[in-house]
């Protein structure tokens, strides 16, 4: 039996696998904005010059792209343009993000907006989410059309993401929502990419409507156990591996699973909580008693006991189809990798 793969090394094997693609990609964007893809995908800083060794994340929906691919009993290259797909959308979606919360930093370095500017970042953005699409499409040939089947299948949770952005921010107005409306939004804004990329890689191989569906389901169920921690993170994280202060998300107003749980408990420490978040600018130890409010009322419990409930539910996904067992026992052991942060 061939001996399953540590998480760190099917990581790296897809960033091996994606790294060359991707930067021949970010090579056909435009003078104007390729050096700031490049500078946010950690490939050169800030003056354009080429520096050793990416600073982007994990890479873990590439890996999903590369592991679904294997699932579907094709060779991981297959899926190496859904991989880049994936992680343009992604970052797409970050640097508008970031401008956004007006985070002046990620990952340790100055984001792209705080260096040139709003609107050029909005622009680059815009910029990696078409390429995106491009890629996909040149992956048909005169034998299948894989690839536009791919590229709608990015399309349609690219749009799903934005829907549940939108929400995110809008629910920031609202005194409270509750607990089935931020999951509603949860799976737009983060299950429904991590569900594409976890599928693309069998559209991409060609497999069947009910593997692929199964991958679907499993990137979606994981999606919605890494928001939950991530969640915790916002609240209780420790800010030298968030990079951002704790309570971050009590500061923005977010309404986050812990809170809007927290909320939604209709005791006296919910109503404080409540009159807490009314405030435009909370101070230190506003934020501090409001995380504790938001514990008291059962809102951190429930976040934890959500991300558990979901990962069991994405494993069991992979369960309901016959897949190649070397890629089943690997796509488990990332989904465990990506919940087990601590918070």
């Known amino acids: 039996m061939i001996p399953i793969r540590s998480v760190p090394e099917v990581l790296a094997r897809a960033r091996d696998l994606s790294s060359p693609a991707l930067e021949d990609a970010l090579g056909r964007l435009s003078p104007e904005l390729r050096p700031l893809a490049e500078y946010h995908f950690g490939l050169a800083d800030e003056s354009g010059r080429r520096v050793d060794g990416a600073v982007t994340g994990k890479g873990v929906r590439a890996a ?106 809008a629910f920031e107005s609202l005194p409270g929502i509750d607990v089935d409306r931020c999951l509603s939004m949860e799976a737009g804004k983060t299950g429904a990419l991590l569900g594409c990329a976890a599928s693309l890689g069998a559209i991409l191989a060609g497999a069947s409507a009910p593997v692929t569906s199964a991958l679907k389901d499993f990137g979606v169920q994981l999606g919605l156990a890494f928001q939950a921690v991530d969640d915790l993170l916002g609240i209780w994280g420790d800010p030298s591996q968030t990079g951002k202060p704790i309570g971050n998300d009590i500061r923005q107003h977010k309404k986050t699973l812990p809170i809007a749980a927290a909320l939604a408990a209709g005791d006296g420490y919910a109503g404080e909580l409540a009159e807490l978040l009314t405030h435009e600018d909370l101070a230190d130890g506003e934020v501090a008693r409001a995380a504790t409010l938001v514990e008291k009322c059962g809102g951190r419990m429930l976040a934890t006991d959500e991300a558990k409930g979901r990962l069991a539910a994405a494993l069991d996904a992979l369960g309901r189809v016959q897949i190649d067992e070397r890629s089943r026992d690997e796509l488990s052991d990332i989904a465990r990798f990506v919940v087990a942060r601590e918070f």
Do not use: K, Y
Request: some cysteine; overall charge negative.
């Open 64 to 169: 999903l792209v590369v592991l679904s691919t294997e699932a579907a009993g094709a060779p991981a290259e297959t899926g190496v343009p859904g991989a880049v797909g994936v992680e343009l959308v992604h970052n797409f979606s970050l640097i508008h993000d970031d401008v956004i919360d007006c985070d002046r930093e990620r990952r340790h370095r100055p984001t792209v907006w705080s260096l040139w500017g709003i609107g050029r970042a909005i622009i680059a953005g815009d910029a990696l989410l078409a390429l995106a699409q491009q890629i996909l499409l040149e992956t048909d040939s005169a034998v299948t059309t894989t690839g536009a089947a791919a590229a709608r299948c990015l399309a349609e949770a690219t749009g799903e993401m934005i829907a549940g952005q939108a929400l995110d921010m």
